[in-house]
């Protein structure tokens, strides 16, 4: 080794310590949530999990019949504001809150409060002019409710993702597990995996169900693998009916 070489690894070794602590990573021991507001009877617990995974998809579903308007770069004002979004919710889950009892109807409420905060939140982003791709997509509401259903309740409704594109959904062990276990399962099986855990010293039920591709998510999820979608990320190079993600709810159990 020649002597200004000796120097440079002399110099490194100063700057980078051999057995540095790593940067950047998760810190250990406690959970998503501390304050559980909102409990269910663990007699239905399972079905108020369901409930809202299933309200949170049929939100996803307004946003993205709405996609059209909203991509449109000549419109300005869409026309899509909170109140409007939170009363076609409803309607597209009135088969759901029919039959919720009292609790599951209260918590049902504040997330469809949530879903419209957000909505609200986003206008100026939606009725943005002259720009196609605006960056509100189902995903991204879903994303914005959950924090906002959080704060307010104590559930935690998560999108995990197969390759996140967004840091906040980005799998603990047990979505992890669940991801896995739907993409070896195949397409046929969708029924939702439910565990009971605990967060603390709170006893909760988890809930999962498949987030399956639909042909309009192909031109960001799907094929080619690794070419740019309209927002930069790779695509994931899937097919329709292949699993992208997960709807997650973790809810508290107790009365
Ligand atoms: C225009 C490109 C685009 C289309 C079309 C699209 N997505 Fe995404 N998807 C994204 C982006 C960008 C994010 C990150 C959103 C965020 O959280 O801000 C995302 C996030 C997600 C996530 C959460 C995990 C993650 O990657 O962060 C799921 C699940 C998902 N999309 C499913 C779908 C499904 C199902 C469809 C079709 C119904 C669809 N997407 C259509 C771009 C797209």
């Known amino acids: 080794m020649d002597r200004s070489m000796a120097v440079v690894l002399a110099a490194l070794a100063g700057v980078m310590p051999a057995a540095a602590e790593p940067v950047g990573v998760a810190a250990q021991g406690g959970f998503p949530e501390y304050l559980f507001l909102e409990k269910s009877p663990r007699a239905e617990a399972d079905a108020t999990a369901r409930m809202l995974a299933k309200a949170v998809i049929a939100g996803r579903m307004i946003i993205f019949a ?58 100026d982003r939606i009725n943005v002019q002259g720009i196609a791709w605006k960056h509100f997509l189902p995903a991204k509401w879903e994303r914005e409710m959950g924090q906002v259903f959080t704060a307010r309740t104590g559930i935690i409704i998560k999108q995990p993702g197969r390759t996140y594109r967004n840091p906040v959904n980005v799998p603990d ?37 498949p987030i399956r591709l639909l042909a309009p998510c192909l031109p960001c999820h799907g094929k080619p693998k690794g070419q740019p ?9 899937l097919d329709t009916g292949d699993l992208i993600g997960l709807m997650s709810v973790t809810l508290a159990v107790g009365d």
């Open 66 to 123: 709405h996609g059209a308007k909203i991509t449109d770069p000549a419109l300005g004002d869409k026309g899509f504001g909170g109140a409007v979004f939170e009363q076609q919710w409803r309607r597209a889950t009135d088969d759901l809150t029919i039959e919720a009892t009292p609790t599951q109807k209260r918590i049902l409420d504040k997330l469809f409060w949530a879903g419209r905060q957000v909505i609200d939140n986003n206008q």
């Open 173 to 209: 062990d047990v979505e992890r597990a669940t991801l896995e276990h739907f993409i070896r399962a195949g397409h046929d099986e969708n029924r939702p995996r439910v565990t009971f855990a605990t967060m603390g010293k709170q006893p909760v039920v988890r809930y999962m169900e």
């Open 229 to 237: 979608d309209m927002l930069g990320f790779h695509k994931d190079g």
